[in-house]
């Protein structure tokens, strides 16, 4: 055995890249028993019934492969969302696989990414395993664009791909609108808006695809209701979109998840209405937060509230809340910007009433 798992190690060691090996697999915090408030799901639950499932399953053959293409989920993505049809909309295992495919399809090709910081991880982790060279470029201190400093890096490289999340994700601020359409004109490359948020702002950046040739938007089912079914998509110019779709996976979308969002969205009035409920919410959350003593709350435009402690206490803040049954996710660390950190996802009233009265007692 012992002479196996030597092999093991050193065949690992041959065959499995050096950066590869370096890494740490993606941490997921163990939420078990406590109020999630870390991962910006939605707080409620289905909103039809049992006869749904019936349907669902029913519906699904599964011993068959999934539609390839998963055009009926795409019909109904294009109605709840109004997608013109002059766009193409390539459905992904959530956005993630979205930014996936994107980077896959110009690593190697001269094209680094670039990301304003501090912003959704998953740009750089799916840079790095994709080797292409990423430049994180610092927000300014309200967490705005730096524009000279983003147009700066485009001289690094031939061409760029740009990740502009609005509302950014951990922060919860949307882009001066001036500063985003600076970006996509001088950009020599491509710039995906990431609309993750859209349904807690009134900000879109649909209208712009029509005046930039260089953009697209992704969006994504996880932030409304649906995170359980993986279900992300790409949104434009079928001229960019049709060459990303030739690196996805056939049957990228499993079947359940095709015929649950189908039936889902049948309840959109419902799951729209229930972001309408989560926005309120953060409105009387920011405001009790903003009577703490904490050293800044940051108004938010989309579903959770970024927070900064006292210095040196986010960690011990962090702690406390999960001791005493509340989750939320710790930032410290995670950039020079978010120094003393917490970022606050916004649930039911009951958990964020739980949430503040933990929170007094601990600041
Ligand atoms: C949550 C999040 C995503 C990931 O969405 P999935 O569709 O669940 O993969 C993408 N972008 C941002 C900015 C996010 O915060």
């Not at 080797?131 to 000279?148: A, N, S």
């Not at 001791?323 to 649930?347: F, N, Q, S």
């Given at each position: 055995?012992?002479?196996?798992?030597?092999?093991?190690?050193?065949?690992?060691?041959?065959?499995?890249?050096?950066?590869?090996?370096?890494?740490?697999?993606?941490?997921?915090?163990?939420?078990?028993?406590?109020?999630?408030?870390?991962?910006?799901?939605?707080?409620?639950?289905?909103?039809?019934?049992?006869?749904?499932?019936?349907?669902?399953?029913?519906?699904?053959?599964?011993?068959?492969?999934?539609?390839?293409?998963?055009?009926?989920?795409?019909?109904?993505?294009?109605?709840?969302m109004d997608i013109?049809?002059?766009?193409?909309?390539?459905?992904?295992?959530?956005?993630?696989?979205?930014?996936?495919?994107?980077?896959?399809?110009?690593?190697?090709?001269?094209?680094?990414?670039?990301?304003p910081?501090?912003s959704?991880?998953?740009?750089?982790?799916?840079?790095?395993?994709?080797?292409?060279?990423?430049?994180?470029?610092?927000?300014?201190?309200?967490f705005q664009l730096?524009?000279?400093?983003?147009?700066?890096?485009?001289?690094?490289?031939?061409?760029?791909?740009?990740f502009l999340a609005c509302p950014n994700n951990?922060t919860g601020i949307c882009y001066s609108e001036a500063d985003m359409r600076?970006i996509i004109?001088?950009?020599?490359?491509?710039v995906v808006v990431d609309e993750a948020y859209i349904a807690f702002t009134e900000r879109d950046a649909l209208p712009l695809l029509?005046e930039y040739?260089?953009l697209?938007v992704m969006r994504t089912?996880?932030k409304v209701?649906?995170?359980?079914?993986?279900?992300?998509?790409?949104i434009?110019?079928?001229?960019?979109?049709?060459?990303?779709?030739?690196?996805?996976?056939?049957?990228?979308?499993?079947?359940?998840?095709?015929?649950?969002?189908?039936?889902?969205?049948?309840?959109?009035?419902?799951?729209?209405?229930?972001a309408r409920?989560?926005r309120?919410?953060r409105?009387?959350?920011?405001?009790?937060?903003?009577?703490?003593?904490?050293?800044?709350?940051w108004p938010s435009q989309a579903n959770f509230?970024?927070?900064?402690?006292?210095?040196?206490?986010?960690?011990?803040?962090?702690?406390?809340?999960?001791?005493?049954?509340?989750?939320?996710?710790?930032?410290?660390?995670?950039?020079?910007?978010?120094?003393?950190?917490?970022?606050?996802?916004?649930?039911?009233?009951?958990?964020?009433?739980?949430?503040?009265?933990?929170?007094?007692?601990?600041?």
């Amino acid at each position: 055995m012992t002479e196996f798992k030597d092999d093991a190690d050193s065949l690992v060691k041959l065959l499995i890249r050096d950066d590869v090996r370096a890494m740490s697999a993606y941490h997921v915090q163990d939420a078990a028993g406590l109020i999630k408030l870390d991962a910006m799901e939605n707080p409620y639950p289905w909103p039809g019934d049992l006869s749904d499932w019936q349907q669902i399953l029913g519906g699904v053959q599964v011993n068959r492969y999934p539609d390839s293409r998963a055009d009926q989920l795409v019909e109904r993505v294009r109605e709840v969302m109004d997608i013109p049809a002059r766009y193409q909309v390539l459905p992904g295992n959530g956005s993630d696989e979205i930014i996936q495919l994107l980077i896959q399809a110009v690593a190697g090709n001269s094209v680094q990414v670039v990301v304003p910081e501090p912003s959704f991880v998953m740009y750089r982790v799916l840079a790095d395993i994709n080797r292409v060279p990423f430049q994180g470029v610092p927000l300014l201190p309200d967490f705005q664009l730096d524009v000279p400093a983003v147009l700066e890096t485009f001289k690094a490289q031939q061409s760029s791909l740009v990740f502009l999340a609005c509302p950014n994700n951990p922060t919860g601020i949307c882009y001066s609108e001036a500063d985003m359409r600076q970006i996509i004109e001088a950009c020599p490359g491509l710039v995906v808006v990431d609309e993750a948020y859209i349904a807690f702002t009134e900000r879109d950046a649909l209208p712009l695809l029509d005046e930039y040739p260089n953009l697209l938007v992704m969006r994504t089912l996880s932030k409304v209701g649906l995170a359980g079914l993986r279900i992300g998509m790409l949104i434009g110019d079928p001229r960019w979109v049709r060459e990303i779709d030739k690196l996805r996976l056939p049957y990228n979308v499993n079947a359940l998840s095709q015929r649950a969002v189908e039936v889902a969205l049948r309840h959109y009035q419902q799951l729209d209405g229930q972001a309408r409920q989560v926005r309120q919410d953060r409105e009387l959350l920011l405001r009790e937060l903003q009577s703490l003593p904490l050293d800044q709350v940051w108004p938010s435009q989309a579903n959770f509230i970024l927070v900064r402690t006292d210095a040196g206490r986010a960690g011990e803040v962090f702690d406390g809340l999960r001791a005493r049954g509340v989750l939320i996710k710790c930032l410290d660390g995670a950039h020079p910007l978010l120094r003393d950190c917490l970022r606050i996802t916004v649930g039911s009233p009951d958990e964020n009433a739980s949430l503040l009265q933990n929170l007094r007692a601990l600041l």
